[in-house]
């Protein structure tokens, strides 16, 4: 069974002041940790200020995105090396909003892990299928798809992350069923075994999509669920933590 994995995604919120949660967190998560792997994805505003205040502790850090090159005229992107230079040692690829702002396609996701990958840092590649894309019956075809594409050739099953994130549920309250959460899950597995031979079960596929301590450990019980990408409920401590301690029992 892979280690569990509690990341965050503080997305576009987050000011200095705020990285007093991130020093709560990381207080409460001991570097010599065995149980739940604890993350939290930063805008990159934060990622220096935020590795500093986790140092010493189990806590990782990680950035949202990067670009595919490694430098360039590129204003306003940022390279994998320069986020692991701040700190970083995740990076989230592929999230449905930055597929959905900036016309990242499955290609350019690719592109993004590879890039992670070269830098040493390890890519997290979001995956998930709209509302009208779920209602038209074809969850498992976008997903199949998105996970044949967007995944770069020469990775290794271990150094990759996914994360299923139906994009209906994200930021909405509305949660997908353990059945539904079950379905996809099980099905990425075995499109992992199927591209990775056996090495395919080291990789973790995480859940996201208003996650909260509430429902957590329903979700977290779910058949081939290894932890859980979190947006909203990510931004305090307390909640975040909360998570955590149900990943770590
Ligand atoms: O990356 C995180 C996901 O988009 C989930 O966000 P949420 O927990 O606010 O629904």
Redesign the pocket.
């Given at each position: 069974m892979p280690r569990t994995l509690i990341a965050g995604?503080w997305k576009m919120n987050g000011l200095m002041a705020n990285l007093a949660e991130v020093e709560r967190v990381a207080a409460e998560v001991p570097a010599s940790s065995e149980g739940a792997e604890t993350l939290l994805c930063l805008p990159a505003t934060l990622i220096h200020a935020g590795s500093a205040k986790s140092e010493g502790s189990g806590l990782k850090i990680g950035g949202e995105t990067c670009h595919a090159n490694e430098k360039g005229a590129h204003t306003g992107d940022l390279a994998a090396e320069m986020l692991k230079d701040a700190g970083a040692s995740y990076v989230?690829v592929g999230?449905s909003?930055r597929r959905a702002d900036h016309g990242e396609t499955d290609a350019v996701v690719a592109a993004q892990a590879s890039a992670a990958l070269r830098a040493g840092i390890t890519p997290i590649i979001c995956v998930g299928e709209t509302l009208d894309q779920r209602d038209a019956g074809e969850v498992l075809t976008v997903i199949t798809t998105q996970m044949a594409e967007s995944i770069p050739e020469g990775a290794e099953a271990a150094a990759i992350v996914i994360a299923y994130?139906p994009v209906w549920?994200?930021?909405?309250g509305r949660v997908a069923t353990s059945e539904q959460i079950a379905e996809v899950h099980t099905s990425i597995r075995n499109l992992l075994v199927r591209r990775f031979g056996d090495a395919g079960r080291t990789t973790r596929i995480l859940y996201?999509?208003?996650?909260n301590p509430g429902n957590a450990a329903e979700i977290l019980a779910v058949a081939e669920v290894n932890g859980g990408?979190?947006?909203?409920?990510s931004l305090k401590a307390a909640d975040f933590l909360a998570i955590y301690r149900l990943a770590a029992q």
């Amino acid at each position: 069974m892979p280690r569990t994995l509690i990341a965050g995604n503080w997305k576009m919120n987050g000011l200095m002041a705020n990285l007093a949660e991130v020093e709560r967190v990381a207080a409460e998560v001991p570097a010599s940790s065995e149980g739940a792997e604890t993350l939290l994805c930063l805008p990159a505003t934060l990622i220096h200020a935020g590795s500093a205040k986790s140092e010493g502790s189990g806590l990782k850090i990680g950035g949202e995105t990067c670009h595919a090159n490694e430098k360039g005229a590129h204003t306003g992107d940022l390279a994998a090396e320069m986020l692991k230079d701040a700190g970083a040692s995740y990076v989230i690829v592929g999230h449905s909003e930055r597929r959905a702002d900036h016309g990242e396609t499955d290609a350019v996701v690719a592109a993004q892990a590879s890039a992670a990958l070269r830098a040493g840092i390890t890519p997290i590649i979001c995956v998930g299928e709209t509302l009208d894309q779920r209602d038209a019956g074809e969850v498992l075809t976008v997903i199949t798809t998105q996970m044949a594409e967007s995944i770069p050739e020469g990775a290794e099953a271990a150094a990759i992350v996914i994360a299923y994130e139906p994009v209906w549920a994200i930021g909405t309250g509305r949660v997908a069923t353990s059945e539904q959460i079950a379905e996809v899950h099980t099905s990425i597995r075995n499109l992992l075994v199927r591209r990775f031979g056996d090495a395919g079960r080291t990789t973790r596929i995480l859940y996201g999509g208003s996650m909260n301590p509430g429902n957590a450990a329903e979700i977290l019980a779910v058949a081939e669920v290894n932890g859980g990408l979190i947006g909203g409920a990510s931004l305090k401590a307390a909640d975040f933590l909360a998570i955590y301690r149900l990943a770590a029992q």
